[in-house]
């Protein structure tokens, strides 16, 4: 008997009739003889309903409210799958974080899982109980309900599967597994059979929103296999694993985009120690990340600083960052919220070079202007204006040999 973690994302119990099917494919797992935990997302839309409603109150909520408020939809779903399942006769119960408890740290709207106390859920286990758990939350040590950043039950799932040392983590989601590039961007996009967690850590952190990137470091960390596959269909997905030798033979793996970041540049800054640490330590104080960061060569005695930050923390950075201009006596702030960051992946560029210089052309050569660059060993991101982010996103993935031809369908 094994045991097997299955994740069902916000598409896949969008509606009654789909939390039904899920229902029955649950079943299917455990009828063949499997202990079984389900984590569940809200219903699609509902956390983008329960962010809105938070926007028509005030526009920077209190940080455990805004928690309370969004967990709120995976309640819902949990208690409708099992109820589901219920109806058709198995035994199941459901478990908001707390219930667990799974406790984090205090980061609201970005928690980090630090323990799954494990007893609850084993005894339903041992008898008999499909276990249907709240993904997206947790519980910090003040009692506090605390929530994981969009897309944070992908990080729920593996961490139980973690904590159970379940023998499958899979993945159930609305694509067919990872592919080179957004399927909804790319229709010749393809699958992937498998891919390295570095690679899936980059593509996760680089836009790909098919894993949260901390289900990826969780898997990692713990070694957990997991199986991006459809919740549709019984196809073999993608198994996000450790590199193996053949993952190395891949130059470019895939593209990923982004249209969640912001850039701000900080004018005329004087050009002595000290200043980038005045600039970043409240940004990073206020848990907000700086991810790209350039800063122009010195003129003068003053230099631009530009970086780019999460939008959802655009306006909250902003605010700090026009205090600290003050302060730090710089000429002023500009930004820009209509950007876009496209970036190519692959363990093969460790051993390989022209790698970066074949982007840099193949933007050009569209006319696409690049405002900044990034790379890492395993990537390499280029700052675009948003509006020729699907174009890019198509060259580079034809460019990069990754098209096949194949139609996705959900
Ligand atoms: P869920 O609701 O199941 O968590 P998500 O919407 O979070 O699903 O993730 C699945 C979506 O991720 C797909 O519909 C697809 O548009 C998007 N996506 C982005 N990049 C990729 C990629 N490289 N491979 C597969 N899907 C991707
Ligand atoms: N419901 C949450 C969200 O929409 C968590 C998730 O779906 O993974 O981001
Ligand atoms: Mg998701």
């Given at each position: 008997m094994a045991l097997v973690v299955q994740k069902y994302g916000g598409t896949s119990v969008g509606t009654i009739e789909k939390i039904q099917n899920v229902a029955r494919r649950v079943a299917r797992t455990y009828d063949a003889g499997n202990d079984m935990v389900v984590v569940v997302s809200a219903m699609a839309g509902e956390t983008n309903r329960l962010v809105a409603l938070s926007e028509e109150i005030c526009e920077f909520p209190s940080e455990r409210e805004y928690d309370v408020l969004v967990a709120a939809g995976e309640q819902v779903s949990i208690s409708l799958l099992s109820m589901a399942l219920q109806s058709m006769g198995y035994k199941a119960k459901s478990y908001l974080g707390w219930q667990i408890p799974l406790y984090t740290d205090d980061?609201?709207?970005k928690a980090r899982i630090?323990?799954?106390?494990?007893a609850n859920i084993r005894k339903d286990l041992d008898n008999g109980i499909i276990v249907i758990v709240a993904g997206f939350q947790g519980l910090d040590r003040d009692n506090n309900i605390t929530t994981f950043g969009r897309g944070g039950s992908d990080t729920s799932a593996v961490a139980v599967a973690a904590a159970l040392k379940a023998d499958v983590c899979e993945i159930l989601t609305d694509v067919d597994g990872v592919y080179t590039t957004d399927p909804r961007v790319v229709p010749e996009a393809s699958k992937i059979d498998k891919i390295s967690y570095d690679e899936m850590l980059e593509m996760a952190s680089l836009g790909?929103?098919?894993?949260q990137i901390r289900s990826v470091e969780f898997a990692k960390k713990y070694g957990v296999v997991v199986h991006v596959r459809s919740?549709?269909?019984d196809n073999p997905g993608t198994l996000v694993m450790k590199e193996d030798?053949?993952?190395?033979?891949?130059?470019?793996s895939g593209v990923a985009y982004n249209k969640d970041e912001a850039k701000i540049s900080v004018m005329?800054?004087?050009?002595?120690?000290g200043i980038a640490a005045q600039l970043f330590t409240p940004l990073s104080m206020a848990n907000i990340t700086v991810d790209m960061i350039i800063q122009n060569i010195s003129q003068e005695g003053f230099t631009d600083m530009t970086f780019t930050v999460p939008r959802s923390d655009f306006k909250k950075a902003l605010k700090i960052v026009e205090e600290t201009a003050v302060k730090v006596g710089a000429a002023g702030v500009q930004c820009n919220e209509s950007i876009a960051k496209v970036s190519i992946v692959g363990v093969?560029?460790?051993?390989?070079?022209g790698i970066a210089s074949k982007m840099f052309e193949t933007l050009s050569t569209e006319g696409v202007n690049i405002q900044m660059i990034s790379t890492s060993e395993i990537k390499v991101s280029c700052v675009i204006d948003d509006k020729y982010t699907e174009l890019a996103v198509r060259v580079l993935h034809e460019a990069f040999g990754l098209d096949n031809g194949q139609v996705v369908q959900e």
């Open positions: 980061a609201f709207s630090n323990e799954i106390e494990d790909s929103k098919v894993l919740s549709l269909n030798a053949d993952m190395e033979t891949v130059l470019v005329r800054v004087p050009d002595q120690p093969g560029m460790r051993s390989h070079s």
